[in-house]
Every structure is written in structure tokens, then in C-alpha cells.
């Protein structure tokens, strides 16, 4: 028998697949009553509930958070408050360059400026820039985006991955990489730490110390931590296989170093095939939020992302879910004809809808979430 986001998954791509051809008769009554029968089984399994979705009645929710928290952005601390209006985007990139590339086309931040304020027409309120020094991210190119876009712009920082490391982390210990993160992140305004990657399945012994050291750097300063969990392999590919269990390790990694998983975001789970939310349900369990930060990117299909995270819901875990779009590809840009900076929200929302899904869930997803994970209480250490 199918599961409630088995049902998702299947109306969703059945939708998607015929959406530029003509539906058969014997079709378009299977649609229509798979779609009934969906709508069905959300309304007995919403009137289970005292709310219409599992999402969690807390203090944030509600539209409070602790005294003195804050979310950092590159210009300037703001109340959690003044994100209450529109989705925060939790990882994209504004600036990049990374290792091996000549130029990329966040150079142009004219360009990035208008991207940016196209966004911010779909309702964007704060995009988080996932890169930092190893990734050829410019600080200027954001404040600059930032200041004329009138976008809030959280500037992260920390280290990649392996490939991307500078010479001194082989012979660093976590202390020490974590004391000149820590003088960083204050001369830098960093408002979170991430991308904090790994290459393949396994930790190398450098990648290891990396999130040793980005984990001291919370437990003095506060800062969120989101991650890059390795996904190639996970699926059928070339690629040497990818232990669905590698983002457990993350966070035992994390979690033994000092970091509090409900100030940890372990990302593109979304792109693990993993339709029934398996691993995401077991990363929520632990207390750590989940990043769908690959909308649009074809790792597995945008309608199977959708049903995940209706599965998620279907858990009682929607409080645990951040959605993004890891922007990095010039196909994706407004002027190129693609969906944008916005994406996440403007691609992933309608299938949502189309699941089931409310707009008051909706707004826990996209609005409250995210300003749950990046506002913390400054530290002084």
C-alpha cells in the first residue's frame, strides 16, 4: 500500500510529466482520483491534528525568540522580527570563484544586484551566501549587492572541502583553526558557518579537523552551522557509493566537538534518494534542521523533493525543514531565462500546494524555520 508522500510523489510526477501533452481519458480519470483520494487522505489525516499540520506550537513559531537574539547580516545585526514577512533563502551563492575558474558570472555584481532585487519582487526578505575565502567569495561584492538591492545578505564563512583547503589546515589542529575562525567571523561579520563540506563518502583526516574546529567556533560565538553532506553515489552514478549514513557522521562529528544540533543544518539531504525521508527524519529526531537546498538541480527530480518533504511533514518534522537552491549556475539567472536567485521558493512552492500542503505551513517553512536556525545570542569568548 502507498505511503501518504508516495501518493505525493506519484500525482506530482504524473502532473509534472504530462504537463506539455495531452492527458488520455483513462489519464485524466486516474489523476483526478488519485488527487481525490490524496485530498482525502490529508483531510482525515489533518483532522487527527489540533492544528492543520504537524508544525510544532513554540515560542519562535509565535513570533518570539530568546532575549538578545539577533541575525547577523553583512550590514548589520537585525531582530529575528524584521524576517517575518517573506522566505529566507539558507544557502545560495552571490559570489563565487571558485579553484580552477577564471571568472564566473557573480563577477558581474551589477548583474548580481539586479538578480537579487528580482527576488526580492518574488517576496525574498534575506538570502544567506554559502561561500567564504576558499571559494573565491568577495566581501565587498556582497555588501555592495546587499546595500543596493536593499536584500538582507548573511555573509558565512569557514572552509569547503579537501580540494579547497589552504596548505595550513594539514598541519593546524582544530584549536588553532578555530581561533582564526573565530577572529574572522568578528572582523568579517559572518552571520553562520557553511558550506562546511566533504569530498566523498568518508571524512578525510583534514575535512574532519574542519568540523571539529567549525564546531568550537559555535560553542564560542553562537554562530549556526550548515553543512555539505556528499551525495554522488547515493544514487546510480559512476561515482564511488555515498553511505547513506555519512550525514550521521556529520553530526557526530559536530555533536562530539561541542556543536548543539538545534544550531545545525545538515545539507542537501534532498539530493539522497530517499523519498520516504529516512535520513531526514532521523537527523530531525537528533534535534538538527534539514537542508532541500538543491531545488531545481536535477540530482533527483524537484517532485521528488517535494514528496520527501510532505513525508517529513507526514513525520511531525516540518519544524526541521530549510529549503534552498545552492544558486551557482548561470542557467539559472533571470537574464539568461532561468528562475533566478528565488527559485527555491518560486519552483518548490507550487508543488507544495498542489501536495496539500497550507500556506500557513508553508510560511513555518520558508519564513519561520530559517530565522530559528540563524538567530543566535552573540558570545563573548
Not at 568579517?188 to 558557518?193: I, P, S
Not at 556529520?250 to 545539507?267: M, N, R, T
Not at 529526531?285 to 510532505?310: C, E, L, N, S
Given at each position: 500500500?502507498?505511503?501518504?508522500?508516495?501518493?505525493?510523489?506519484?500525482?506530482?510526477?504524473?502532473?509534472?510529466?504530462?504537463?506539455?501533452?495531452?492527458?488520455?481519458?483513462?489519464?485524466?480519470?486516474?489523476?483526478?482520483?488519485?488527487?481525490?483520494?490524496?485530498?482525502?487522505?490529508?483531510?482525515?489525516?489533518?483532522?487527527?491534528?489540533?492544528?492543520?499540520?504537524?508544525?510544532?506550537?513554540?515560542?519562535?513559531?509565535?513570533?518570539?525568540?530568546?532575549?538578545?537574539?539577533?541575525?547577523?547580516?553583512?550590514?548589520?545585526?537585525?531582530?529575528?522580527q524584521e524576517l517575518a514577512s517573506g522566505p529566507t533563502?539558507?544557502?545560495?551563492?552571490?559570489?563565487?570563484?571558485?579553484?580552477?575558474?577564471?571568472?564566473h558570472f557573480t563577477d558581474d555584481v551589477a548583474l548580481?544586484?539586479?538578480?537579487?532585487?528580482?527576488?526580492?519582487?518574488?517576496?525574498?526578505?534575506?538570502?544567506?551566501?554559502?561561500?567564504?575565502?576558499?571559494?573565491?567569495?568577495?566581501?565587498?561584492?556582497?555588501?555592495?549587492?546587499?546595500?543596493?538591492?536593499?536584500?538582507?545578505?548573511?555573509?558565512?564563512?569557514?572552509?569547503?572541502?579537501?580540494?579547497?583547503?589552504?596548505?595550513?589546515?594539514?598541519?593546524?589542529?582544530?584549536?588553532?583553526?578555530?581561533?582564526?575562525?573565530?577572529?574572522?567571523?568578528?572582523?568579517?561579520?559572518?552571520?553562520?558557518?557553511?558550506?562546511?563540506?566533504?569530498?566523498?563518502?568518508?571524512?578525510?583526516?583534514?575535512?574532519?579537523?574542519?568540523?571539529?574546529?567549525?564546531?568550537?567556533?559555535?560553542?564560542?560565538?553562537?554562530?549556526?552551522?550548515?553543512?555539505?553532506?556528499?551525495?554522488?553515489?547515493?544514487?546510480?552514478?559512476?561515482?564511488?557509493?555515498?553511505?547513506?549514513?555519512?550525514?550521521?557522521?556529520?553530526?557526530?562529528?559536530?555533536?562530539?566537538?561541542?556543536?548543539?544540533?538545534?544550531?545545525?543544518?545538515?545539507?542537501?539531504?534532498?539530493?539522497?534518494?530517499?523519498?520516504?525521508?529516512?535520513?531526514?527524519?532521523?537527523?530531525?529526531?537528533?534535534?538538527?534542521?534539514?537542508?532541500?537546498?538543491?531545488?531545481?538541480?536535477?540530482?533527483?527530480?524537484?517532485?521528488?523533493?517535494?514528496?520527501?518533504?510532505?513525508?517529513?511533514?507526514?513525520?511531525?518534522?516540518?519544524?526541521?525543514?530549510?529549503?534552498?537552491?545552492?544558486?551557482?549556475?548561470?542557467?539559472?539567472?533571470?537574464?539568461?531565462?532561468?528562475?533566478?536567485?528565488?527559485?527555491?521558493?518560486?519552483?518548490?512552492?507550487p508543488m507544495l500546494l498542489k501536495a496539500g500542503m497550507?500556506?500557513?505551513?508553508?510560511?513555518?517553512?520558508?519564513?519561520?524555520?530559517?530565522?530559528?536556525?540563524?538567530?543566535?545570542?552573540?558570545?563573548?569568548?
Amino acid at each position: 500500500m502507498e505511503s501518504f508522500s508516495e501518493k505525493i510523489h506519484t500525482v506530482l510526477s504524473l502532473s509534472e510529466g504530462r504537463r506539455s501533452s495531452r492527458l488520455t481519458r483513462r489519464e485524466m480519470l486516474g489523476l483526478v482520483g488519485a488527487s481525490v483520494g490524496l485530498l482525502s487522505a490529508w483531510k482525515a489525516y489533518a483532522g487527527l491534528l489540533e492544528t492543520p499540520f504537524p508544525f510544532p506550537t513554540t515560542s519562535a513559531k509565535n513570533g518570539t525568540f530568546p532575549k538578545d537574539a539577533v541575525i547577523r547580516t553583512i550590514l548589520k545585526d537585525i531582530s529575528p522580527q524584521e524576517l517575518a514577512s517573506g522566505p529566507t533563502l539558507f544557502h545560495e551563492h552571490l559570489s563565487l570563484r571558485l579553484a580552477g575558474l577564471e571568472e564566473h558570472f557573480t563577477d558581474d555584481v551589477a548583474l548580481m544586484i539586479e538578480e537579487v532585487k528580482a527576488a526580492a519582487n518574488e517576496g525574498v526578505r534575506c538570502i544567506v551566501d554559502a561561500g567564504h575565502a576558499d571559494m573565491g567569495r568577495n566581501m565587498d561584492a556582497l555588501q555592495r549587492i546587499s546595500t543596493e538591492s536593499r536584500m538582507a545578505i548573511v555573509a558565512s564563512g569557514g572552509y569547503y572541502m579537501q580540494r579547497t583547503y589552504p596548505p595550513e589546515i594539514a598541519t593546524n589542529t582544530p584549536d588553532e583553526i578555530a581561533d582564526r575562525l573565530v577572529r574572522e567571523a568578528r572582523t568579517q561579520r559572518w552571520g553562520a558557518l557553511g558550506e562546511i563540506g566533504q569530498e566523498t563518502g568518508q571524512l578525510t583526516d583534514d575535512e574532519k579537523k574542519v568540523f571539529q574546529a567549525v564546531a568550537k567556533v559555535q560553542a564560542r560565538t553562537g554562530l549556526p552551522i550548515f553543512t555539505h553532506n556528499a551525495y554522488f553515489g547515493s544514487i546510480p552514478t559512476k561515482n564511488p557509493p555515498v553511505p547513506k549514513d555519512a550525514a550521521f557522521r556529520q553530526l557526530d562529528v559536530l555533536e562530539s566537538a561541542g556543536a548543539k544540533p538545534e544550531h545545525v543544518a545538515i545539507g542537501h539531504v534532498c539530493c539522497l534518494d530517499d523519498a520516504k525521508a529516512e535520513v531526514p527524519r532521523q537527523l530531525a529526531r537528533r534535534g538538527a534542521f534539514v537542508g532541500f537546498d538543491r531545488v531545481t538541480i536535477p540530482i533527483v527530480p524537484d517532485t521528488q523533493k517535494a514528496a520527501t518533504v510532505m513525508a517529513m511533514v507526514e513525520g511531525g518534522y516540518a519544524d526541521k525543514v530549510l529549503i534552498s537552491s545552492d544558486f551557482y549556475s548561470a542557467r539559472s539567472l533571470k537574464k539568461n531565462g532561468g528562475a533566478g536567485v528565488g527559485q527555491a521558493v518560486t519552483a518548490l512552492k507550487p508543488m507544495l500546494l498542489k501536495a496539500g500542503m497550507t500556506e500557513e505551513m508553508l510560511h513555518g517553512i520558508l519564513v519561520d524555520n530559517p530565522r530559528r536556525f540563524l538567530a543566535f545570542v552573540p558570545r563573548k569568548s
